[in-house]
């Protein structure tokens, strides 16, 4: 079993910077793919970015250039830096992982974003 928490969410202005942790538990983290996800109010979960065990990492069109996501397999962490946030950026941002084809989320952390 493989707990996610995650925590760095809250209220940052328009063009502000926020860093999202996610810290893991178990043993298998230098080998599973974390991704973070986010979920507008009525909107379907979509992914924002995602890191494998590796270090490859792939992001979603809108946040291309103003979100970096890293892993820390020491720490059992992933992180997710936020730059430039926009108005279209407030959600609950998830934190997922894959590990030998299971799937464990954590509970969210709220993002939100003033003008």
């Known amino acids: 079993q493989v707990q996610l928490v995650e ?7 328009a063009g502000g910077s926020l860093r999202l942790s996610c810290a893991a538990s178990g043993s298998l983290f230098s080998i599973s793919t974390m991704g973070w996800y986010r979920q507008a109010p009525g909107k379907q979960r979509d992914l924002v970015a995602r890191i494998t065990g590796s270090g490859s990492t792939n992001y979603v069109d809108s946040v291309k250039g103003r979100f970096t996501i890293s892993r ?3 720490k059992k962490t992933v992180y997710l830096q936020k730059n430039s946030l926009e108005p279209e950026d407030p959600a609950v941002y998830y934190c997922n992982a894959q590990i ?3 799937e464990y989320w954590g509970q969210g952390t709220q993002v939100t974003v003033s003008s």
């Open 72 to 74: 820390d397999n020491t």
């Open 100 to 102: 030998l084809g299971n």
């Open 7 to 13: 925590s760095g969410g809250g209220l940052v202005q």
